[in-house]
């Protein structure tokens, strides 16, 4: 009997693992208990329920309808793993094709719900950040309420009907073409601006300068500068008041 028995009856539980156990004819599940990994016995007549809890992956690639009815397909990949400590729960529910019962049917669910709330060309190009994220947030809720801790969630790929896409990214080619024009021409204004104001300040500084220069001013000045001049070593004859306007004559410089 032990032998016959025996497949039923003792089990190794590998790391990434977890189980629960069914009791049929006393308490039936045991949702409290989970077993951790390393080996154990139990009644032949008890069911031993083995999960495997390390991270998955599952990928979808799906047809879904944007706001204006055109269809976009949609790649998917999302990570995930049951949370450890209520897989009794996720037994009791779905059992252990949880997969199909709950993670791609939500995951599927999300991404139409989302992606019926844009565009195609959002979905495709300028919002397509959005989106990912709208669709991570709301697939990650409904999971785990579900027992499910949802790591990541990838869009790999988008696709339009060819003719659609081709029309989409000629509208994103013209408006990159008109924006780099606009900056040229905001550009070429500024320039124009600074220059007119460069001009302004210098015919301003000007102005102020002209309206300062005396005679008085400029025979003191010419004065000034003779004499700094005469201390010059090769300064030799200072002729004084024989020069224009009465100012200072220098000879004989080498």
């Known amino acids: ?39 154990h016995v139990v009644a032949p007549w008890n069911d031993f329920h083995v999960y495997d809890v390390k991270e998955l992956k599952a990928e979808e690639t799906m047809d879904v309808l944007d706001k204006n009815g055109l269809k976009v397909i949609i790649d998917i990949s999302v990570r995930f793993n049951p949370i450890y400590q209520n897989i009794g729960s996720l037994h009791e529910i779905f059992g252990k094709n949880y997969i199909n019962q709950l993670v791609i ?47 990541a969630l990838l869009i790999r790929s988008i696709s339009l009907p060819q003719q659609i896409q081709q029309a989409i990214e ?56 003779t004499t700094e001049l005469a201390k010059s070593p090769n300064t030799k004859v200072v002729v004084v008041g024989s020069g224009k306007d009465g100012l200072p004559l220098i000879l004989g410089s080498n």
């Open 170 to 225: 000629n509208k994103l080619t013209q408006e990159q073409e008109a924006l780099a024009y606009q900056f040229k021409l905001d550009r070429e204004k500024s320039e124009a601006e600074r220059r007119r104001i460069a001009a302004e300040g210098e015919a301003r500084a000007n102005q102020i300068i002209n309206s300062s220069l005396t005679t008085n001013l400029l025979k003191m000045r010419g004065i000034e500068a």
């Open 1 to 39: 009997m032990l032998i016959i028995f025996s497949s039923r009856m003792f089990y190794i539980i590998q790391p990434g693992e977890r189980a629960v156990i069914f009791r049929p004819f006393t308490s039936g599940l045991d949702k409290e208990n989970i077993y951790q990994p390393g080996f």
């Open 105 to 151: 049917p939500e995951v599927r669910s999300s991404v139409r719900q989302v992606a019926g709330r844009y565009t195609a060309e959002e979905i495709y190009s300028t919002k397509r950040s959005e989106v990912e994220q709208t669709i991570i947030t709301e697939t990650a809720k409904i999971l785990n309420k579900n027992y499910i801790d949802m790591r």
